[in-house]
């Protein structure tokens, strides 16, 4: 059932799931309410009990039915799916707020979609195709972001040395300035600190735009495979 998608019973239980895995999430909002009802939290811990006794047994099922147990194991679903559940077995016996930072972890259900969801699926594909282009952009990237923190530090360091301390402190600004978003609680006050963020500023809008390209390039191509395939059948 789990493993035969096309069948009846594997569709039902991929809807029951994507279900389950939207709720869990949105069960995670309601549990951050400060003045939150004891029989509306009582009901959110059994809720979450539920969905963690649903994927263990999704988990479980999807080792013992693999070919190749340990390829699944390490594969990306497989650290999804354990990463889902992850949270919850490691606070058994243990302070809950030495391990509260776990609980991020349960975010990680929402990538659980892409196994179920078509449309996740497509951008999945997509990305995949398009990874070395990823890559490169990546490394770019942290160039440039290396490149910018470097050079604000010099041109600011001796102006504004409680707010461009070092390479590392000036990096907060050159993230910031790179992708656009400029927060303006650290900015430049020399001549050659505002001519060199306005160069920092022009890169910083083909950084924004490039990943999009890519992207969508990449969404196109597998467009037309998956309309070329259906064409063949």
């Given at each position: 059932?789990?493993?035969?998608?096309?069948?009846?019973?594997?569709?039902?239980?991929?809807?029951?799931?994507?279900?389950?895995?939207?709720?869990?999430?949105?069960?995670?909002?309601?549990?951050?309410?400060?003045?939150?009802?004891?029989?509306?939290?009582?009901?959110?811990?059994?809720?979450?009990?539920?969905?963690?006794?649903?994927?263990?047994?999704?988990?479980?099922?999807?080792?013992?039915?693999?070919?190749?147990?340990?390829?699944?194991?390490?594969?990306f679903y497989g650290i999804i799916d354990l990463l889902a559940i992850f949270p919850f077995y490691i606070s058994l016996g243990a302070d809950l707020?030495?391990?509260?930072?776990?609980?991020?972890?349960?975010?990680?259900?929402?990538?659980?979609?892409?196994?179920?969801?078509?449309?996740?699926?497509?951008?999945?594909?997509?990305?995949?195709?398009?990874?070395?282009e990823i890559l490169l952009f990546l490394m770019i990237t942290a160039i440039l972001l290396y490149l910018a923190a470097t050079g604000i530090y010099?041109?600011?360091?001796?102006?504004?040395?409680?707010?461009?301390?070092?390479?590392?402190?000036?990096?907060?600004?050159?993230?910031?300035?790179?992708?656009?978003?400029?927060?303006?609680?650290?900015?430049?006050?020399?001549?050659?600190?505002?001519?060199?963020t306005f160069c920092i500023l022009i890169v910083g809008l083909g950084i924004v735009t490039i990943p999009a390209g890519i992207v969508a390039s990449?969404?196109?191509?597998?467009?037309?495979?998956?309309?070329?395939?259906?064409?063949?059948?």
């Amino acid at each position: 059932m789990i493993i035969n998608i096309n069948s009846t019973w594997g569709r039902r239980f991929d809807i029951f799931i994507q279900i389950l895995i939207l709720l869990s999430l949105i069960s995670l909002f309601f549990e951050t309410l400060p003045n939150l009802d004891s029989r509306a939290n009582q009901f959110l811990i059994y809720f979450e009990r539920f969905c963690i006794i649903v994927f263990t047994i999704e988990y479980i099922l999807r080792v013992l039915y693999a070919e190749n147990k340990l390829k699944y194991i390490y594969s990306f679903y497989g650290i999804i799916d354990l990463l889902a559940i992850f949270p919850f077995y490691i606070s058994l016996g243990a302070d809950l707020r030495s391990v509260r930072v776990f609980r991020i972890f349960r975010l990680f259900r929402i990538f659980k979609l892409v196994r179920y969801n078509s449309a996740l699926n497509h951008f999945k594909k997509a990305a995949t195709e398009a990874r070395e282009e990823i890559l490169l952009f990546l490394m770019i990237t942290a160039i440039l972001l290396y490149l910018a923190a470097t050079g604000i530090y010099f041109f600011e360091h001796e102006a504004q040395p409680e707010k461009f301390s070092s390479v590392f402190e000036s990096l907060w600004w050159a993230i910031s300035t790179l992708t656009t978003v400029g927060y303006g609680d650290v900015y430049p006050i020399t001549i050659g600190g505002k001519i060199f963020t306005f160069c920092i500023l022009i890169v910083g809008l083909g950084i924004v735009t490039i990943p999009a390209g890519i992207v969508a390039s990449a969404l196109s191509r597998t467009a037309n495979k998956k309309k070329s395939e259906k064409n063949e059948d």
